[in-house]
């Protein structure tokens, strides 16, 4: 089973993680920036983050075989918050780098007006720069919070195609697959979905353009529900090239639609990484 986690903060995550996902198989992921758990209180924070997605963090993928890429936006909460917003006129020079293969994490959290301007300008930076957008569906009130998401998405410059509609469920998958966007499942202990769900929806609507993540972040959660979800998919009588469709194929074109995708043979680049190793200092 070949796996690429399509949406995985592994900032959030330890070596271990990474040294258990490529032996289960996971061998590419796409970080989205998100929200930290505490709220960052200039937008030179989101900076040094952004350049932690870009350096440090596949340097450390890659110490364990795994091919790293990110997606880069102001996050919905923050996008609330006005010392933040400024984010918004730096992102396009983080946007031309090679390893950024979508904008996301967009959308809404509390779907205000501040989140609407933020969602719309983002998806205009997707289109401008020739990337596919990665949004994030509300917690809270999912079916109103996806329609309104689909207006500014049919609204934007931004083709339907090119935008994976991220937390969906039993309430919202079918709103968005009409609306012609990728559809987005977050395999997530105790909140949004499990396996077996899952597996009832794959059963429903199909594997065609459907990505399965683990959300894997701060919060209490499973870098290997990817792995889960195949292995349940098996279990109910889908087929191996079904699981390899929706945990490997599905997201490799999906994000593969801005052209800069890299999945080639991944090796360490050298021991250190501005002078620090995952070893820490161990040989």
Request: glycine letters at 8%.
């Given at each position: 089973?070949?796996?690429?986690?399509?949406?995985?903060?592994?900032?959030?995550?330890?070596?271990?993680?990474?040294?258990?996902?490529?032996?289960?198989?996971?061998?590419?992921?796409?970080?989205?920036?998100?929200?930290?758990?505490?709220?960052?209180?200039?937008?030179?924070?989101?900076?040094?983050?952004?350049?932690?997605?870009?350096?440090?963090?596949?340097?450390?993928?890659?110490?364990?075989?795994?091919?790293?890429?990110?997606?880069?936006?102001?996050?919905?909460?923050?996008?609330?918050?006005?010392?933040?917003?400024?984010?918004?006129?730096?992102?396009?020079?983080?946007?031309?780098?090679?390893?950024?293969?979508?904008?996301?994490?967009?959308?809404?959290?509390?779907?205000?007006?501040?989140?609407?301007?933020?969602?719309?300008?983002?998806?205009?930076?997707?289109?401008?720069?020739?990337?596919?957008?990665?949004?994030?569906?509300?917690?809270?009130?999912?079916?109103?919070?996806?329609?309104?998401?689909?207006?500014?998405?049919?609204?934007?410059?931004?083709?339907?195609?090119?935008?994976?509609?991220?937390?969906?469920?039993?309430?919202?998958?079918?709103?968005?697959?009409d609306a012609g966007?990728?559809?987005?499942?977050?395999?997530?202990?105790?909140?949004?979905?499990?396996?077996?769900?899952?597996?009832?929806?794959?059963?429903?609507?199909?594997?065609?353009?459907?990505?399965?993540?683990?959300a894997a972040d701060?919060?209490?959660?499973?870098?290997?529900?990817?792995?889960?979800?195949?292995?349940?998919?098996?279990?109910?009588?889908?087929?191996?090239?079904?699981?390899?469709?929706?945990?490997?194929?599905?997201?490799?074109?999906?994000?593969?639609?801005?052209?800069?995708?890299?999945?080639?043979?991944?090796?360490?680049?050298?021991?250190?990484?501005?002078?620090?190793?995952?070893?820490?200092?161990?040989?």
């Amino acid at each position: 089973m070949r796996i690429f986690d399509p949406h995985i903060h592994m900032t959030s995550r330890t070596t271990d993680d990474y040294e258990a996902m490529r032996a289960a198989g996971v061998l590419a992921v796409v970080e989205p920036a998100f929200w930290l758990g505490q709220p960052r209180t200039s937008p030179a924070s989101f900076y040094d983050y952004f350049d932690a997605l870009l350096g440090w963090e596949p340097f450390r993928a890659a110490q364990f075989g795994v091919a790293h890429h990110c997606a880069l936006a102001l996050n919905p909460k923050e996008a609330n918050d006005p010392r933040c917003t400024e984010v918004l006129q730096e992102l396009p020079r983080y946007l031309v780098k090679d390893s950024v293969v979508a904008v996301g994490e967009i959308g809404y959290d509390s779907m205000t007006p501040a989140e609407d301007h933020a969602l719309a300008a983002q998806l205009q930076l997707a289109a401008d720069h020739g990337l596919p957008a990665l949004v994030h569906t509300p917690h809270r009130d999912k079916l109103t919070g996806l329609h309104r998401t689909v207006d500014v998405v049919r609204e934007s410059a931004l083709d339907p195609e090119r935008v994976l509609l991220d937390h969906l469920n039993e309430t919202t998958v079918k709103a968005a697959k009409d609306a012609g966007c990728w559809l987005g499942f977050s395999v997530y202990p105790d909140t949004k979905m499990d396996e077996q769900r899952m597996v009832a929806i794959l059963a429903e609507y199909g594997p065609e353009r459907v990505l399965v993540n683990s959300a894997a972040d701060w919060g209490r959660s499973d870098p290997l529900k990817t792995v889960r979800t195949g292995e349940a998919m098996l279990r109910a009588g889908f087929c191996a090239d079904d699981v390899d469709r929706v945990l490997w194929r599905n997201p490799v074109e999906f994000y593969g639609l801005g052209g800069r995708l890299d999945l080639g043979p991944v090796a360490a680049a050298g021991a250190l990484h501005e002078g620090n190793s995952v070893l820490r200092g161990g040989e």
